[in-house]
């Protein structure tokens, strides 16, 4: 079975940084497309971000440019490095396939307050 690890999280003051990572274990990790989701406080999961198998890259208009996904490979891992973090980036962080084909982490809260 599918397992996905988030951590990273934390609380930081409006304009700073976090890299959040997913470990992936029981899969081909290689072969698969990864995302990046959040769930604000009293909101629905929305996607954030996608990494392809060749790397291409796609994000949400709020986030283009203040984050960046990329992957390891090697390690099983999926990142998520968020920069210039807003109020409004407050939530919990999960990771899955494409298509959120797998049983979902515990996720990781970023909470972004001064």
């Known amino acids: 079975q599918v397992r996905l690890v988030e951590s990273g999280g934390g609380l930081v003051q409006p304009g700073g940084s976090l890299m959040l990572s997913c470990v992936v274990s029981?899969?081909?990790?290689?072969?698969?497309?990864m995302d990046w989701y959040r769930q604000p406080p009293g909101k629905q999961r929305d996607w954030v971000a996608r990494?392809?198998?060749?790397?291409?890259?796609d994000y949400i208009d709020a986030v283009k440019g203040r984050f960046t996904i990329s992957r390891d490979n090697a390690k099983n891992t999926v990142y998520l490095q968020m920069n210039n973090l807003q109020p409004e980036d407050t939530a919990v962080y999960y990771c899955?396939?494409?298509?959120?084909?797998?049983?979902w982490g515990q996720g990781t809260q970023v909470t972004v307050s001064s």
């Open positions: 899955n396939s494409l298509f959120a084909l797998w049983p």
């Open positions: 029981g899969s081909d990790f290689s072969s698969e497309p």
């Open positions: 990494i392809s198998i060749k790397e291409l890259t």
